[in-house]
């Protein structure tokens, strides 16, 4: 490895820390003035500490598959309706989680909050990787300044999966821009059983394989390539679909997973049925009216029209493509809530948009809204609701 290319990396690196000094001094701060006032937190905990708070939410699920495992009956309420549990959360965390506090000794909190950090690291290195050779350095390290000091870049050190997930869909996509399909496998496949979306990875690779199918002849498509990219789509797909088989299989109910999904859309919009591509619509329209059908339809455009724009092209139809194949994701099977800003965070490739970089104003204003965001998301997050 070059001097240049340690010192890319280190800088990533330190930029990374400089943004967890600033987080962890935003959480240590609002957890100081909480436990000192006697606030009430969203997320009750027995005994809050610093790495309780941190891990606060659904990391009680990720603790409870790290200790104990899956329940073999899924709770119901009163009416025989599911109720949440631990079947909406994937094992690949809580179970790297449970080998860290086997090796080390340390509880769930804080071994969550080591292995979160660790990767979230990982994510920044991998995110920077995956743009360099598109867009060069500039972008590259831009798009990692403001993924790491983003208004909720907090999930990239608390005991959740998120720091994990985004490492491997990272590298998967790093192997799809280098075209080694097969090589992708691994991190998706990892990457299906850490947290959900990663359907979107093979939904990219089917749709790029027909962009490479139709401009063949100017850019060889080797069988050997077509045969990887449909080996890659099918596995990763497959896999992406695999967990909804297992929870009805340990549960004796085929509508295990899709059923804890939908309670927690209960305090939103009630028990109502899953259709695919109308949550958006469900939630809009249930508080907007039609205003919020023509608010969807238009965030809907502006997203299609971010990834069109000439600056956008830089950074090529692999990562266009799958940014697309995400937003198109969360548009068929989510319910857009507080999550919803968690759940964006797959799309940060986009970050590296050159248009971003180029001016200097909208740096400094992204970056300063983005810090200046934090504490009122944390604020929200930990005091009145969930992320």
Do not use: K
Not at 41 to 70: E, K, M
Not at 267 to 287: E, H, I, Q, S
């Amino acid at each position: 490895m070059g001097v240049g290319v340690r010192r890319r990396w280190s800088t990533v690196l330190l930029i990374f820390i400089a943004s967890r000094v600033v987080t962890t001094v935003f959480l240590a701060t609002m957890f100081a003035l909480a436990s000192g006032r006697g606030w009430t937190f969203a997320s009750y905990r027995a005994n809050p500490s610093f790495f309780t708070f941190s891990g606060s939410w659904d990391s009680s699920f990720y603790r409870q598959i790290a200790l104990h495992g899956y329940p073999s009956i899924l709770p119901t309420d009163a009416t025989g309706l599911v109720e949440p549990n631990a079947w909406a959360f994937l094992p690949v965390f809580p179970g790297l989680v449970r080998g860290v506090m086997e090796l080390t000794g340390l509880a769930f909190y804080p071994a969550g909050v080591l292995v979160g950090t660790l990767f979230g690291a990982a994510a920044a290195l991998a995110l920077y990787g995956l743009l360099y050779s598109r867009v060069g350095h500039t972008s590259a390290f831009w798009a990692v300044v403001l993924f790491c000091f983003g208004p909720l870049s907090f999930v990239l050190q608390v005991a959740y999966a998120e720091s994990l997930y985004l490492f491997l869909v990272f590298c998967s996509l790093w192997a799809m821009l280098r075209r080694r399909y097969l090589l992708m496998i691994p991190f998706a496949i990892v990457a299906a059983f850490t947290r959900p979306g990663i359907l979107a990875v093979s939904l990219a690779l089917g749709v790029f394989f027909l962009i490479r199918f139709a401009h063949r002849r100017a850019d060889p498509f080797p069988w050997r390539e077509r045969l990887a990219m449909i080996v890659a789509g099918l596995l990763i797909g497959a896999a992406g679909l695999a967990w909804p088989l297992v929870a009805g299989a340990v549960t004796g109910m085929p509508d295990a997973y899709l059923d804890t999904e939908l309670s927690w859309w209960t305090g939103f919009v009630g028990r109502v049925d899953f259709v695919p591509l109308t949550p958006w619509f469900l939630m809009a329209g249930r508080y907007l009216g039609p205003l919020g059908v023509v608010l969807v339809i238009a965030l809907a455009a502006g997203f299609v029209w971010w990834l069109c724009r000439p600056s956008a092209r830089r950074l090529g139809p692999e990562l266009l493509v799958y940014s697309g194949s995400y937003g198109l994701y969360l548009l068929a099977v989510f319910l857009p809530q507080q999550s919803l800003f968690r759940l964006v965070m797959p799309l940060a490739p986009l970050l590296g948009d050159p248009a971003l970089a180029r001016s200097s104003g909208i740096r400094r204003t992204l970056l300063g809204v983005g810090i200046a965001l934090q504490p009122v998301a944390i604020v929200l997050l930990w005091f009145i609701g969930y992320p």
